[in-house]
């Protein structure tokens, strides 16, 4: 008998990680996607309230950094694939922790070494391009030690993303002796209309951020890579957006696949995960 997937959702504050598990639930209720409620979800009291502020066209509120609530969702797919999507509604501080901190909460090693399947959301639009330690020439550093006052050197948001990643790999007890095929990896490249680019979303991640880039194609043998816009076109917090609130938000949002095709079915990097063995 085929294992169930267990899919985790990972990403840092401001991805845009609530939205899309709004959008998520409502293509569940009114059918319209690949995917389906396979029995009765847990802890949705997160997304119905996004959900609600969406249906009037208004963005919601960020996660509070010290909330930690897990949502499950058991989903069934058109060829009766069944799978737990285990959605941490938490504040993406929480993330940035794991990496500056490297304490491990007790609620996420336990989720950690249950999945099978890991989804990271990255918002390239926000991430930091400024040089980091690990761009910057040696000569900068021997320069900043003749100054009065030491420089202060930090990763760059790419750098820590691949950090996240060893430290969950280290979590799961996987080893890096060869490329992985477990856990299934897939990266999300969340809000893609703000980045207005026609490239595909493999390229476009080997263009921005090509460390990250090596590391995932160094380490899993096949790796995803889509682009995610949940909401499809920004949205205000106090002003209503009247297309939104007569349309419905099922009616926005899209995916671009790795092929560069756009559907508006947000659950397709769900259901590829699903077609392939746990």
Not at 37 to 60: D, I, K, Q, S, V
Not at 119 to 142: C, G, Q, T, Y
Not at 148 to 176: G, H, M, V, W
Not at 201 to 221: E, H
Request: glycine content about 4%; overall charge negative.
């Amino acid at each position: 008998m085929t294992q169930q997937h267990t899919i985790l959702l990972v990403g840092e504050s401001n991805v845009g990680k609530t939205h899309y598990g709004a959008q998520f639930l409502k293509r569940l209720m009114v059918k319209a996607c690949a995917l389906k409620m396979h029995g009765a979800p847990t802890n949705l009291e997160a997304f119905t309230t996004a959900l609600g502020c969406l249906t009037e066209g208004r963005a919601t509120d960020h996660t509070p950094a010290s909330s930690y609530v897990e949502s499950v969702w058991p989903i069934q797919d058109d060829s009766g694939r069944l799978a737990e999507l285990i959605w941490p509604d938490y504040g993406g501080e929480q993330v940035r922790n794991l990496v500056t901190e490297r304490r491990i909460p007790a609620t996420w090693r336990e989720r950690v070494l249950q999945a099978t399947d890991w989804v990271v959301l990255i918002r390239l639009h926000s991430l930091r391009s400024e040089e980091d330690l690990f761009s910057r020439p040696l000569r900068s550093f021997a320069t900043a030690e003749k100054q009065d006052e030491p420089a202060k050197f930090e990763p760059s948001d790419q750098a820590r993303t691949i950090e996240l990643l060893q430290i969950l790999l280290y979590l799961a007890q996987f080893s890096l002796d060869r490329p992985l095929r477990k856990p299934r990896l897939t990266l999300l490249l969340s809000c893609w209309d703000e980045l207005q680019t026609t490239e595909l979303p493999p390229d476009l991640l080997r263009a921005r951020l090509p460390m990250l880039w090596s590391f995932v194609r160094s380490n899993w043998i096949a790796p995803s890579i889509l682009g995610l816009s949940a909401l499809e076109k920004p949205l205000s917090k106090t002003v209503p957006d009247v297309d939104y609130a007569t349309r419905g938000p099922e009616d926005f949002g899209y995916v671009i696949l790795p092929n560069g095709e756009r559907s508006a079915d947000i659950t397709l990097p769900i259901k590829r995960l699903m077609a392939e063995a746990a």
